[in-house]
């Protein structure tokens, strides 16, 4: 039987903007994710840099910084079976351009920094970036 897992999925400042949100949380309730946490918040400066601290001295890094805190977001606890696996490709690829038809990033996507959603990528970093937006009190 495959391991029941939890990631963590941002609806980034673009997704928001449009008035995505539903749109996009509904392809992730169709596909039989339990949403175990779901938050609007505005990141600061201090847990961009620890979120993104992967990707610290890389050339877009302070562009990526500056762009999750630049408006609200939405963060989800997504729960399921491979959860981890399935977000990604339902994403698609991180430059839109280049992502699969029918993903999330090909669908609404504008560019490789307005790529409208994140999905943590592995069990490590989805437990890292889940204590980063959420607090024990926001499980329900
Ligand atoms: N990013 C960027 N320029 C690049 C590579 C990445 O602006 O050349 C941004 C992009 O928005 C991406 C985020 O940095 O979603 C994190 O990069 P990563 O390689 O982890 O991509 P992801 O896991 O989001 O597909
Ligand atoms: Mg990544």
Do not use: W
């Not at 169709?30 to 840099?49: D, N, P, Q, V, Y």
């Not at 920094?113 to 926001?138: M, R």
């Amino acid at each position: 039987m495959e391991q029941e897992m939890r990631t963590l999925v941002l609806l980034k400042p673009d997704a928001v903007q449009r008035g995505l949100v539903g749109e996009i949380v509904y392809r992730f309730e169709k596909k039989g994710m339990k949403i175990a946490a779901m938050k609007m918040l505005r990141m600061t400066k201090g847990s961009a840099e620890e979120f993104y601290s992967v990707h610290e001295g890389k050339p877009f890094y302070n562009g990526l910084v500056d762009y999750i805190t630049s408006g609200p977001i939405v963060g989800l606890c997504l729960e399921g079976e491979n959860v981890i696996s399935i977000v990604r490709t339902m994403m698609g690829k991180t430059n839109p351009a280049e992502a699969e038809k029918g993903t999330i990033r090909a669908d609404y996507g504008i560019d490789i920094g307005k790529n409208t959603v994140h999905g943590s990528d592995s069990i490590e970093n989805a437990e890292k970036e889940l204590s980063i937006v959420f607090d024990e009190a926001d499980f329900v």
